[in-house]
C-alpha cells in the first residue's frame, strides 16, 4: 500500500532538518572566511577525505541505481553489479593516473583541461554540449526517476514529487560545493542504512525468519533459487548478453564507459579538484571502497524480490500495464518495510536523488560560470557576481529539467538504459581525447575535434549497421548475437570498445599529420614523479583488487 504512516512521516522530516541544519551550519562557517568563486564551486582546500568520498558516492547513487539495478538484478541478476565492482577497479585509475594530471596543471572544470591542452575553440564546443547534456539528459533523468520512485512509496502526485526534490536540491547547492560534500556524508549515511535494512528485510523474508541466520539462510536459499542470477560473466547464449557482453565487462567497453565517467566528468572529478593530492586520493580510496558496497544495497534486493516472485509473491505488484517491469522490485520491497523503516528507507531514497541533483546543478552552474560566462560575457567579472552568477545557473537548470523531464519518454526507456544510450554515442571520442591529450603531447586540436565528432558518427552507425548488414559471420567470435527478430547485433559496450579504437587511430593520423607540417602543441605538465603512490594508499587499493579478484572468482 503506497501510503506512509506518521512514524514514516517522522522519520522523514528529522532526515530533512538534519540536512538543512547542517547545511546552514556549514554554509555560515564558510562564510566566516573570504569566499570566492573558487571556493564557491570546488571547496578549495575545505573538503576532508571522507567528505570527497561521501560526496562522490552521494553524487553517483540516484533512483537508477535503486530502481534500474535492482530492476536489472531481478531481471539478469549479479552481473550487472559489475557496473560498482568495476567502478572500483576505475578509481583506483583515476586517483593514480588523471588526479595528479588535473592538480599539477591546476585544473578546475574539463572545459578549461581542453582549453589549456587543445584551443578554445574544442574547450567552447565541449562546454556547450556538456551543458545541453548535464541538463537534458542526466539532470531530467534523475529528477524524473526520482519523483517516480518517491510517487511508487507514497502515493504523492508526481509533479509535486518533482517540485519538492527540485526545492530541495536547489536548497542544497545555493550553499556551494562546501555545504553540497558535508551534507553528502549525512546523505551517505542514510542511503547506506536504508539501503542494508531493506536488503537485510528482503533477505530473511525469503528464509521467513530474522536474524543473522535467517539473513544467511536467505542468501543461501536465493543461491539455490535462483542460481543463473549469480554468473558475473554471462555466455553468448545468455539472452541478456547484448547488456553485458562476456569478458567485455572486465577488459573492453566497461572500462571505457568507467574511465569516461570516472575520469572525464566535470559531476564527479570537481569533488577532488579543490583538495591537495593526497587527500583527493583519500577521498577518491574511500569511494572505491564504497562501491564495493554497494551491490548489496542495489542490486541483491533485486534479487530477492525475483525469488520471491517465483514463490508466487508480488505477482500483482509487479505488473505495470498488464505486463512484468522489473523496475517495480525495489518500490515494492520499501512498501511492504513495517512503519518507521519505511520512512527511513524513503528517506535514503530521497538522500541520493538529491544529493544527485544537487552535484550535478553544481557542476552546471560551475561550467556556465567559469568557463563561459567568465570568459565571452563579462571577462572582469568580480568574485561575487561569478557566484551571483552561478547560483542563477542553478535555479535556472532545475526549473528547465522540471519543465522538459516529462516530455522526455524517461519512464519508457527506462532510467539507467536512457543515460546510456544518449551518453555512450560520444563517450569514446570524448575519452579518447582526453587519455591522448593527458599522456601524448603530439595530440593536435583538429584531432580532438575529429575524436567528438567522428566518434558520434562512428557510434551511431555502428548502432544501424545491423539494419543494412548481415552480421552473422561476427557469431563465432562473441562478436554479435542475434535479437530477439534474428538480426545479428553488436553489444552496446562492444561498440564502445570498437569507436573508441578507431577515434585513436584517427587522431594519430591527424596528430602525426599535422605536426609533421610544423603544428605546434600545448602539451601537459608531466612530472613521471606524481604518479606515485603513499604505502597507505597503495596497500588500500592493493585489498580492493584482491577483493575484487574473489567475487569475480566466486561468481564467475
Known amino acids: 500500500m503506497n501510503k506512509l504512516t506518521a512514524a514514516d512521516y517522522i522519520v522523514f522530516i528529522l532526515y530533512f532538518v538534519t540536512i538543512v541544519i547542517y547545511g546552514i551550519y556549514i554554509f555560515k562557517r564558510k562564510r566566516k572566511a573570504k569566499a570566492d568563486s573558487k571556493d564557491y564551486f570546488l571547496a578549495e582546500g575545505s573538503l576532508t577525505w571522507w567528505a570527497i568520498g561521501a560526496s562522490l558516492i552521494a553524487s553517483n547513487i540516484s533512483a537508477e541505481q535503486f530502481i534500474g539495478m535492482s530492476g536489472s538484478g531481478f531481471s539478469m541478476g549479479l552481473a550487472i553489479a559489475t557496473y560498482e565492482w568495476m567502478a572500483a577497479f576505475t578509481l583506483i585509475i583515476v586517483a593514480v593516473f588523471f588526479i595528479p594530471v588535473y592538480l599539477k596543471n591546476k585544473i578546475y572544470t574539463m572545459p578549461q583541461y581542453l582549453h589549456k591542452r587543445y584551443n578554445e575553440k574544442v574547450a567552447l564546443i565541449m562546454s556547450v554540449f556538456w551543458l545541453m547534456l548535464y541538463i537534458v539528459v542526466n539532470l531530467t533523468s534523475i529528477l524524473y526517476l526520482g519523483a517516480l520512485a518517491l510517487n511508487g512509496i507514497s502515493g504523492f502526485n508526481i509533479t509535486l514529487c518533482m517540485s519538492f526534490l527540485a526545492i530541495f536540491a536547489i536548497m542544497i547547492t545555493l550553499g556551494g560545493m562546501k555545504v553540497i560534500g558535508y551534507t553528502d556524508v549525512i546523505q551517505v549515511f542514510f542511503l547506506i542504512l536504508g539501503g542494508l535494512i531493506t536488503t537485510y528485510l528482503a533477505v530473511t523474508m525469503i528464509s521467513e525468519g530474522s536474524g543473522l541466520s535467517a539473513f544467511g539462510n536467505g542468501l543461501t536459499t536465493m543461491k539455490t533459487l535462483a542460481g543463473d542470477h549469480f554468473h558475473m ?71 530477492a524480490a525475483y525469488v520471491l516472485y517465483q514463490k508466487g509473491l508480488f505477482q500483482q505488484e509487479m505488473l505495470q500495464e498488464g505486463s ?81 523531464a516529462p516530455f522526455l519518454g524517461i519512464d519508457k526507456k527506462g532510467g539507467f538504459q536512457y543515460i546510456q544510450e544518449y551518453t555512450g554515442f560520444v563517450s569514446p571520442g570524448v575519452f579518447a581525447m582526453f587519455i591522448l591529450g593527458f599522456f601524448w603531447k603530439k595530440a593536435t586540436p583538429n584531432a580532438a575535434l575529429f575524436a567528438v565528432i567522428a566518434g558520434f558518427i562512428f557510434s551511431v552507425f555502428l548502432k544501424f549497421l545491423p ?34 579504437v578507431l577515434c585513436v587511430l584517427g587522431m594519430y593520423i591527424i596528430s602525426i599529420r599535422e605536426t609533421r607540417q610544423g603544428l605546434k602543441t600545448n602539451a601537459l605538465k608531466i612530472d613521471y614523479s606524481m604518479f606515485r603512490v603513499s604505502h597507505t594508499f597503495a596497500i588500500g587499493s592493493g585489498v580492493i583488487i584482491f577483493i575484487l579478484i574473489i567475487l569475480y572468482t566466486l561468481f564467475w
Do not use: H
Not at 262 to 286: E, H, M, P, V
Not at 338 to 354: C, D, E, R
Open 467 to 500: 539494419m543494412i548488414a548481415d552480421l552473422s559471420f561476427l557469431y563465432t567470435v562473441n562478436f554479435a548475437v542475434p535479437d530477439a527478430s534474428g538480426i545479428y547485433e553488436i553489444a552496446f559496450i562492444d561498440r564502445m570498445a570498437v569507436v573508441f
Open 324 to 404: 512484468l517491469n522489473p523496475d517495480r522490485a525495489y518500490p515494492t520491497l520499501l512498501n511492504l518495510l513495517p512503519s518507521g523503516l519505511k520512512g527511513l528507507s524513503f528517506a535514503a531514497l530521497t538522500a541520493a536523488i538529491v544529493a544527485s541533483l544537487a552535484g550535478k546543478a553544481n557542476s552546471i552552474a560551475t561550467i556556465f560560470t567559469l568557463d563561459i560566462y567568465k570568459k565571452y560575457v563579462k571577462k572582469d567579472a568580480s568574485e561575487n557576481t561569478l557566484v551571483q552568477v552561478g547560483k542563477c545557473a542553478v535555479i535556472i537548470a532545475v526549473i528547465l529539467s522540471v519543465i522538459i
Open 233 to 303: 560473466i554471462f555466455k553468448k547464449t545468455n539472452p541478456y548478453y547484448m547488456d553485458l557482453p562476456g569478458i567485455s565487462v572486465l577488459v573492453g567497453g566497461m572500462l571505457i564507459v568507467n574511465l569516461n565517467y570516472w575520469g572525464c566528468n566535470q559531476y564527479i572529478t570537481q569533488r577532488a579538484l579543490g583538495a591537495d593530492l593526497k587527500t583527493a586520493r583519500s577521498g577518491i580510496l574511500f569511494a572505491a571502497f564504497l562501491k564495493l558496497l554497494m551491490p548489496v544495497i542495489v542490486v541483491l534486493p533485486g534479487i
